[in-house]
């Protein structure tokens, strides 16, 4: 079936991570977030994969190429972000217009059995049950069980599904993507979809397993889910084409790609993926569910714990870094910490547009931009998030976040 991906987004409740990179590229394991999405949809049934880009658009089109798995790959420009059906309108020309068409958010981790089921139902769209409904889409039902519509983050949900963001639309609803901009000034899918369900019997796919990577913890949530199955995507349980030192002790999951070097005196408990050009060591300790990622430095001494480390950075010698995530080209100079438990044990906080919310995470890091360079002996606060080139001083405490500091974090 053909199926359209909404890789527009810039993500800004990522940021500072998504500063010079679409959230749909961050690294989930081996790979963009936007490229487990497009696998998902292939294994799932997809014929051609129509990805929607707008924000640094480049760093998808190169990514992807013209084809993947022998499934082509087209771009469509959504130039402004002005909602999820303009999205689709922006790849409508590309489209078979006599023939339905599925919508999947590229931001978002599908599970294959689940997203298959969806592939088959024609029209349908994807749920998943959550304990608290309210702050999402919430889909509606009739008796008969099809879906009437979604409500937006209703005082009182009418289910506890909310809405995944996968839909399948028959070919009239190719007529119905000139929807009217709604209350939050958005052109939304949901209008077509309620456009749908005036015309047709609309299911709705309960997902076994589904992930919305919007917020940083989500991304270390994501890289949670795809590290720990690594172990079905190796050959072995644990794939060593690196060169590892013979007295290093890897457990669990470990997988060390060609080209990485893990020296003497490491302990790697995974999952834990490391990239090519990574070095690990000597006496280093990085425990699950880690991603060190491509030509990244583990120095001495230094402990990492389900942490994703981006392209490039160096953890310098004497450094505990834990449940963070590092962007790219991060420099840590010696006795760098990061705090990621609060005394009282509730879940660490973060920043987000402005408002203090709770990560759900009792143990949670830090979200360091791009080039972020620590002093010595540096310490940084739960929940801390540090602006893309920002720098802290050599012993200095951050307890705020430096992106949004107008609160205290802990
Ligand atoms: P959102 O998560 O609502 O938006 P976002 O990704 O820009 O994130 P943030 O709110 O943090 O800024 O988007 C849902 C999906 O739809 C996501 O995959 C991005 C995509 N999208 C577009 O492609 N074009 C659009 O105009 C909008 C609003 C979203």
């Known amino acids: 079936m053909q199926t359209v991906i909404l890789a527009a987004g810039r993500g800004t409740r990522m940021a500072p991570l998504t500063d010079r990179r679409p959230k749909p590229m961050l690294p989930v394991a081996e790979k963009p977030l936007v490229a ?6 292939i294994d799932a049934g997809a014929t051609t994969i129509t990805l929607v880009v707008g924000y640094e658009a480049d760093d998808v089109r190169s990514y992807f190429g013209a084809e993947r798995d022998g499934v082509p790959i087209e771009f469509a420009v ?8 303009d999205a689709v309108r922006a790849a409508a020309s590309q489209l078979d217009s006599d023939e339905s068409f599925v919508v999947l958010n590229g931001d978002a981790l599908y599970d294959v059995p689940s997203l298959t089921t969806l592939y088959e139902k024609t029209p349908a769209v994807g749920s998943y049950s959550v304990d608290n409904p309210s702050s999402y889409g919430v889909l509606e039902t009739d008796d008969d ?18 809405n995944a963001g996968a839909y399948v639309f028959p070919a009239a609803a190719h007529e119905w993507l000139d929807v009217a901009e709604s209350d939050r000034g958005e052109l939304e899918l949901t209008d077509v979809l309620a456009a749908t369900c005036e015309q047709y019997d609309v299911r709705g796919v309960a997902f076994d397993r589904w992930l919305d990577v919007g917020r940083p913890w989500e991304l270390l949530e994501a890289n949670e889910w795809k590290l720990s199955g690594l172990g079905s995507r190796c050959d072995r349980e644990s794939r060593i084409d690196g060169d590892v030192a013979e007295n290093a002790e890897l457990t669990d999951t470990v997988v060390v790609e060609e080209g990485a070097t893990v020296r003497a005196g490491v302990v790697i408990e995974g999952p834990v993926l490391v990239r090519s050009g990574a070095t690990i060591g000597p006496n280093a300790y990085v425990r699950g569910y880690t991603l060190v990622g491509e030509n ?5 001494a230094v402990e990492v714990k389900n942490s994703v480390l981006m392209k490039g950075a160096t953890i310098g010698h004497l450094s505990y870094v834990g449940d963070s995530i590092l962007g790219r080209d991060v420099n840590f100079g010696a006795g760098t910490k990061v705090a990621n438990l609060r005394h009282d044990g509730e879940p660490v906080r973060q920043m987000l547009k402005g408002e203090l919310v709770s990560s759900g995470r009792r143990k949670y890091g830090v979200v360091l931009g791009d080039e972020v360079k620590t002093g010595i002996n540096s310490s940084l606060n739960a929940g801390v998030r540090l602006p893309t080139g920002g720098a802290v001083e050599p012993g200095e405490t951050v307890l705020y976040d430096r992106i949004d500091n107008t609160h205290e974090m802990g």
Do not use: C, M, W
């Not at 959504?78 to 059906?85: C, I, V």
């Not at 990244?296 to 001495?300: K, P, R």
């Open 36 to 41: 487990h999405t497009t696998d998902a949809a």
């Open 78 to 85: 959504q130039a402004e972000q002005r909602g999820t059906a």
């Open 145 to 162: 069980g099809f879906v009437t519509g979604v409500v937006e983050k209703p005082e009182y949900p009418p289910s506890n599904l909310i």
């Open 296 to 300: 990244t430095t583990v120095g001495h």
